[in-house]
């Protein structure tokens, strides 16, 4: 959920400021969070 | 003021608004499958309404098409990550994530009678 809303905030942001180079920012965070929710996943099925 | 800047702002706005609701609807639900739930709304409408107001401010530029990239890998990503959550939490409480005879159809606990 965090790295949801921080993916929409900075591309918010980034939309608001005018500095539409840093959109890569927002874009490596959502792939970044895909891999991190399903290690989340895995280590709160497995060992939580 | 024109027809496009109120667009846009009306899409953001309503970008912020979903993100308020959906941390609000999590913190608010008592069990993790309701909570669950509360994160399609940023992640589908509000990925999806950033797009018409990147594209009204921007133009479709550089900018734009990452908008539109962050917005599918989003959708995409929400259903797979959301519903591995789940199994997971269904581990947790059930030793196993299958469907057995017995186990309860919905994982709602019933609040105790006081």
Redesign the interface.
Known sequence: ?SS??I???L??F???FGR?PF??L??AL??M??GG??V???F??KH? | MTVGIAVEDTSLLLVVLLCWLGVLGMWRMKEPMQALHYLSLPAVAGAILIVPAVLISQGVGQAFWKVLLIALILIASNSVVTHATARAFRARELGHWEPLDGDPIEMVHEEKQT
């Open positions: 959920m949801l809303i993916t929409l905030a591309a918010l980034t939309v608001g539409t959109m890569d927002p874009l959502a792939l969070s895909f929710g399903l989340f996943a895995r709160l099925g939580l």
